[in-house]
């Protein structure tokens, strides 16, 4: 017995990443959110090459496919690989069948060349016809500039910006420096330490799955009066896991909890992506309601449809041959951790 579905929409995402596991341990251990940006984050995405890259994401749209998640909003950050790099992950993602929204993650940690950089990519990817955002790393790494210059690059393409919001305390002089800019059709990632109150337009982007690895606390989305969405912070693209973590999150700080709030922060990712509402998925399990899902293991996508076409047959994809794509990440993955 089987249910139908929409296509799930993964609202934040890095397909740069899923290169990093089993990386090398840092070169210290990390005791701050800045330590293990320091220490593990920006030594891996300054180590990644175009190759990597491609590969990168190419494993983590089959993972996507296999979750039940027909579209991906990416957020990339690759600064020795900035040149068509959206390009090369829009590329993989058509692929093996699943539809992403994708930026360049732009920032002033590489000086102001390297901020340049970044709004090019974005301005060259969406110039060519490309569906995207226009992405900022966080305010914490911009200068005031690159801010108003990311925010008026989408403005003249008339997107949103995809921007990481006060995910730890380091960004904690994000709201005036984002008001005035941020829009209704900006995302903002994470939010755990953005004040209940605080002025800024967009959707907020829950990654509690990250969240807790990370250790920067639980954002309690319910809190905002924000649209919220569920996304994975690329950590995989499961997003009934996602869902099962947002859950169970929110019911550990409120008895009265039950799976339909973070349900329905699943399902606003069909406001940000709408065409992933006419994908369809057939699971193994019925019925795929957000009561049985959250207390049931093992639900797994048999047959997936993308705009009308078959993606997954007998839970397999049709596009692409999984074990290639996973032999190939994996070298990659060597290639990247001899770098580190």
Not at 230 to 251: K, V
Not at 255 to 279: F, H, I, Q, Y
Request: aromatic share 6%; charged share 20%; hydrophobic share 40%.
């Amino acid at each position: 017995m089987t249910a139908v579905t929409p296509g799930l929409v993964c609202a934040h995402h890095h397909l740069y990443s899923p290169l990093a596991r089993g990386m090398p341990a840092p070169p210290e251990t990390p005791t701050t959110f800045q330590g293990i940006l320091d220490q593990i984050w920006w030594r891996l995405d300054k180590a990644l090459d175009f190759e990597m890259l491609r590969w990168s994401a190419k494993l983590g749209a089959l993972e996507a496919l296999e979750s039940g998640t027909t579209a991906i909003i990416d957020h990339n950050e690759t600064p020795s690989a900035v040149e068509g790099s959206l390009a090369i992950i829009a590329e993989a993602c058509a692929e093996v069948g699943v539809r992403v929204v994708t930026s360049f993650g732009v920032t002033d940690r590489h000086g102001p060349m390297g901020a340049k950089r970044g709004l090019d990519e974005n301005r060259r990817f969406l110039s060519s016809g490309g569906r995207g955002m226009v992405g900022i790393h966080a305010a914490f790494t911009c200068s005031d500039d690159t801010l108003r210059g990311a925010a008026e690059l989408a403005e003249e393409f008339g997107v949103g910006v995809h921007v990481h919001v006060c995910e730890g305390p380091e960004d904690k002089d994000a709201v005036p420096r984002l008001e005035g800019l941020a829009r209704d059709n900006w995302l903002l990632a994470h939010g755990v330490h953005l004040p209940t109150d605080h002025p800024l337009q967009g959707t907020i982007l829950h990654n509690p799955l990250s969240n807790l690895n990370n250790s920067v606390g639980y954002a309690d989305p319910r809190r905002f009066t924000n649209p919220v969405a569920l996304g994975t912070d690329g950590i995989g693209a499961d997003m009934i896991e996602a869902f099962r973590m947002a859950y169970f999150l929110h019911r550990s700080v409120d008895v009265t909890a039950t799976p339909d709030t973070a349900w329905s922060w699943l399902e606003t990712g069909w406001d940000l992506v709408p065409e992933a509402k006419n994908d369809r998925v057939l699971w193994s399990y019925d019925p795929m309601d957000p009561w049985h899902i959250a207390f049931t293991p093992g639900i797994r996508p048999v047959h997936v449809e993308v705009d009308g076409k078959i993606v997954m047959a007998d839970g397999l994809p049709t596009k692409v041959d999984p074990d290639e794509i996973r032999a190939k990440a994996a070298e990659q993955a060597r290639r990247l951790h001899a770098r580190l």
